[in-house]
């Protein structure tokens, strides 16, 4: 069964800074999609950035980026020049392909809850 | 275009009691999946509706159900509610096989 863990339940970062969040996940599938969500205190899951597991080339949206290393089963998510209005709590998750029956599975990690300090 | 919305924004049971919570779904959107995000957690997938069918569904019992209808919205029911049924319920719409975009979601407490 596929598996998504964010070990790290809360970061805080300088307004201005970088930071980075960790997850990591677990599929015997070799294709697959990987999110990054963020739900701010209105509680609307925002996509923040979208990963294939058949591209090598890391997704970037603009100071959003992904360093996806498939072989670790690895996918960190790199906010660069951190804002105010970017704490929120932030989800991996991951999808399956389609199956044939047209089904996927969407598992979400428990989330990593980003302060920005002033 | 208004997005994907859901009502009530949040609700107050009693165990025992049953609720019904809807959901309408994004413009062009056909597909709708209904999740439960308990606090401090990620949501968690209970069901997906398509073609007004429950095409799959997660490790929940029958006492969550749900319908899609011809316009594509769709209605989360659950019955005897326990208080551990206490959490947000997010919807989401897609196209058929396509990502999702999410509401804003229902409060549920269970008393």
């Known amino acids: 069964a596929q598996t998504v863990t964010q070990s790290q339940p809360e970061m805080s970062v300088q307004e201005a800074e970088t930071v980075t969040l960790s997850c990591t996940y677990d599929?015997?599938?070799?294709?697959?999609?990987l999110f990054w969500y963020k739900q701010p205190p209105s509680r609307q899951m925002i996509l923040v950035i979208r990963?294939?597991?058949?591209?090598?080339q890391n997704a970037t949206e603009n100071r959003f980026s992904v360093n996806f290393q498939k072989a670790a089963k690895s996918f960190s998510l790199k906010i660069s020049d951190s804002q105010l209005g970017d704490a929120a709590m932030y989800f991996c998750?991951?999808?399956?392909?389609?199956?044939?029956?047209?089904?996927?599975?969407?598992?979400f990690g428990t989330g990593t809850r980003l302060k920005v300090l002033a | 275009d208004a997005g994907v919305t859901q009502s009530p924004t949040h609700l107050i049971k009693t165990r025992g009691q049953q609720v019904t919570l809807r959901c309408s779904p994004k413009?062009?959107?056909?597909?709708v999946s209904w999740y439960q995000q308990a606090l401090g957690q990620g949501p968690q997938f209970i069901f997906q509706y398509y073609e007004e069918e429950e095409r799959q569904r997660g490790n929940f019992p029958d006492r969550f159900s749900g319908h899609q209808f011809p316009n594509y919205s769709s209605e989360l029911n659950v019955n005897a509610l326990l208080l551990g049924d206490s959490a947000l319920y997010l919807c989401?719409?897609?196209?058929?096989?396509?990502?999702?975009?999410f509401g804003p979601g229902t409060r549920l407490l269970v008393l």
């Open positions: 599929t015997s599938e070799s294709d697959y999609y």
């Open positions: 990963q294939e597991a058949y591209k090598q």
């Open positions: 989401a719409s897609s196209p058929q096989g396509g990502f999702p975009y």
């Open positions: 413009s062009g959107h056909d597909t």
């Open positions: 998750a991951y999808r399956s392909i389609l199956s044939t029956s047209g089904t996927y599975k969407y598992i």
